[in-house]
């Protein structure tokens, strides 16, 4: 399986395209980063990432995009420019008809680290060791990208979009507890 990891960002966008290898491995294919100019109009800077997400898609046809889901931070700015990006990556793989799966951070690092707290320097060492790279890759944005691709490898099939909910994993049972904790007004900090 070849998987194409989208860590969605509107000034820098994470992408790498790793493939499975027999034994629960691994293999780099290639990693990047798509960068759109703050000094550009939003619109413009979205089309800089969808022609970046297209020649990814193209290049690398994978079987699926795995893409960081959005969740809610204190800062609405970031996350709107996260949100649209990843909603990019998602348009362009329906329109290629290459299925979709959707990793909370807490997953990703959980899946590459065994630890869903794990700081970027955790996650940048354990995807260098988990793909065999001589050294950690760089930047974050990059190894993030690694991290959600090697994460849906290790998953069930239900984090694809329109999958069984049914198979979710610990993390992700803790994940949608805590979300309707916060929804009921238990989660509050």
Do not use: Y
């Not at 997400?53 to 995009?65: I, N």
């Not at 060791?129 to 690694?146: K, M, S, V």
């Amino acid at each position: 399986m070849r998987v194409l990891g989208v860590d969605p960002g509107l000034t820098r966008c994470g992408v790498g395209v790793v493939d499975s290898l027999p034994g629960r491995r691994a293999r780099l294919v290639a990693v990047g980063v798509i960068e759109s100019s703050p000094t550009l109009s939003v619109d413009l800077r979205l089309r800089t990432i969808a022609d970046g997400l297209d020649g990814w898609l193209d290049a690398h046809v994978p079987d699926v995009l795995a893409v960081e889901r959005v969740f809610a931070q204190h800062n609405v700015s970031t996350v709107m420019g996260t949100a649209q990006a990843a909603g990019l990556a998602m348009v362009a793989a329906a329109r290629r008809g290459v299925p979709v799966a959707m990793h909370t951070p807490s997953e990703v690092k959980a899946a590459v680290t065994g630890n869903g707290r794990a700081d970027k320097a955790q996650v940048q060492r354990m995807v260098g060791q988990i793909l065999g790279l001589a050294e950690a890759p760089r930047p974050a944005d990059a190894a993030d990208a690694l991290a959600l691709a090697v994460c849906h490898l290790w998953r069930p099939a239900g984090a694809l979009q329109g999958g069984d909910r049914h198979e979710l994993t610990p993390a992700q049972r803790a994940w949608a507890a805590a979300e309707d904790a916060a929804r009921r007004g238990g989660g509050r900090r």
